[in-house]
C-alpha cells in the first residue's frame, strides 16, 4: 500500500469565477466531454483549455493525431475571462497559478509539513501534463532540479509492471514493559514469515529473489497511534528489543522534533514484509552527439509577453542535448514545457534534467497566433 495524496487539479478541472475569486476544481470536464479544446462538445475553461491559450501546448497532440481545437478554447477561457474583467491571457494565466498553487498546497502536505524541505529534493513529475506544470512548481518552491522520465506520461502503468511484488502480514500484539513475554512476539514472527514466504512460493519468486523483513509498532504509553520501527536482526531477546526503542525513539524526534528517552515504551504489534524481487528491464543508453532539432516554433505568453517558443521532438534528442527555455518538448504520452530562464537537458538515460539557468532571454514572439 502506497500513501498518496490527491487533489483536484487534473487537466479537465474547470475553473470558475466565484465571489471570493478564480477557483479551479474539483468539478472536472473529464474525459467526456472534456476540455473545449478537444471538439467534443466541451464548453467550460478547463486547466488544458489554458496551456493551449498561453502556448504551452502545441496544436496538435499523440504525434499530430490529435487536433486541439484553439478557437473553442479561446472562447471557454474568454467567457472567463469577461466575468472576471481581464483579458483571455491573463485568465488563462490565472487558472494556471491557481492550479499550480493548488499542487504546491499538496507537495507542502507531504513535505514541510513532515519537516522535510522541498528545496532539497528533486521534483518529478509525470501523467500527461504533469511536465507542464513541473517548470513553475519546482522555481515556486525552490526545488534544485525537475527530473522528466522517459515515459513520464504512462509512468504508473510502467512501474504496475516493472515494480517488485510487495504484500504485508501483520497482526496486533500488546507488550508493556518489563517485556517478560517476548516469545509470544517471537511465535508471532514466525507465523507471520511463514504467511510471507507461502505468499511469494504462490507467485512463483524464486528463493534468492524473496526478502522477508520485520517491523513492529510502537508508541510511548497512552499515545493514540504508533510508529513503524525496524526490527534488528532475527533474534527476539533483550538487546535487539533496546535497539528497537532506541530506533523508536530517534524516529519519534526525527518525525515530531521531540522524544522522550525515560518514558515507557509499548509495543503494539508485528508486521513483516514480503518482497518480490523482480528482474528489471535494462533501458539502453543513449548516444552522445546529436543536437536538438527545432521541429517548429509557436508563441508563448510569459509575465505578460508574447515570446518565441521551439518546438522539439524528444525522440531526436541525444545524451548531452542542452535547451534553454522557453522550449516545448513533445512526445507521444506527454508535453514538457521549459519556462524561460530554466535549461533542460538530456541524461543517458533518457531522462530530461531542467534546473535554473539564471539567465532568461526574451524573444518577442512575431504574433500571439
Request: charged residues 20%; neutral net charge.
Amino acid at each position: 500500500m502506497i500513501e498518496i495524496h490527491t487533489i483536484g487539479a487534473g487537466g479537465g478541472s474547470i475553473a470558475r469565477a466565484q465571489s471570493g475569486g478564480l477557483t479551479v476544481g474539483p468539478a472536472s470536464a473529464g474525459s467526456v466531454p472534456g476540455p473545449a479544446c478537444y471538439g467534443r462538445g466541451g464548453t467550460e475553461p478547463t486547466v488544458t483549455d489554458a496551456h493551449l491559450v498561453l502556448g504551452h501546448l502545441p496544436r496538435r497532440l499523440l504525434n499530430g493525431a490529435m487536433a486541439l481545437d484553439y478557437d473553442a478554447a479561446i472562447r471557454a477561457v474568454g467567457s472567463l475571462a469577461g466575468r472576471l474583467g481581464t483579458s483571455v491571457p491573463e485568465a488563462a494565466q490565472g487558472i494556471i497559478d491557481v492550479a499550480n498553487n493548488n499542487m504546491i498546497g499538496a507537495i507542502r502536505v507531504v513535505s514541510v509539513e513532515r519537516g522535510h524541505d522541498p528545496k532539497d529534493f528533486s521534483l518529478v513529475p509525470f501523467g500527461g501534463a504533469g511536465p507542464l506544470h513541473g517548470g513553475f512548481i519546482a522555481r515556486l518552491l525552490g526545488m534544485k532540479s525537475i527530473v522528466v522520465a522517459d515515459s513520464c506520461g504512462v509512468l504508473s502503468s510502467k512501474g504496475l509492471l516493472i515494480a517488485d511484488l510487495r504484500s504485508d502480514f501483520s497482526r496486533s500484539l500488546l507488550l508493556r514493559p518489563p517485556f517478560d513475554d517476548l516469545q509470544r512476539l517471537e511465535r508471532l514472527f514466525v507465523e507471520l514469515d511463514a504467511s510471507g514466504a507461502k505468499w511469494l512460493a504462490s507467485e512463483g519468486i524464486a528463493p534468492q529473489q524473496r526478502d522477508l523483513r520485520r517491523t513492529v509498532g510502537m508508541r510511548y504509553e497512552n499515545q493514540g497511534s504508533q510508529l513503524e520501527v525496524p526490527w534488528p536482526g532475527e533474534g527476539i531477546d533483550e538487546a535487539s528489543l533496546h535497539a528497537a526503542i532506541q530506533s523508536f525513539h530517534a524516529l519519534h524526534r526525527r518525525l515530531y522534533g521531540f522524544n522522550q528517552p525515560h518514558a515507557p515504551v509499548e509495543l503494539t504489534g508485528a508486521r513483516v514484509t514480503a518482497t518480490g524481487r523482480l528482474n528489471k528491464p535494462q533501458s539502453p543508453q543513449l548516444l552522445s552527439g546529436v543536437e536538438a532539432v527545432r521541429t517548429g516554433s509557436q508563441p508563448v505568453y510569459y509575465r505578460g509577453e508574447w515570446l518565441d517558443c521551439p518546438l522539439y521532438d524528444r525522440t531526436r534528442l541525444g545524451f548531452g542535448t542542452s535547451i534553454k527555455g522557453p522550449a516545448i518538448i513533445e512526445q507521444m504520452d506527454a508535453t514538457t514545457y521549459v519556462l524561460p530562464g530554466q535549461v533542460c537537458s538530456v541524461d543517458r538515460y533518457r531522462n530530461l534534467i531542467i534546473i535554473e539557468h539564471g539567465e532568461l532571454t526574451r524573444t518577442p514572439a512575431s504574433d500571439n497566433g
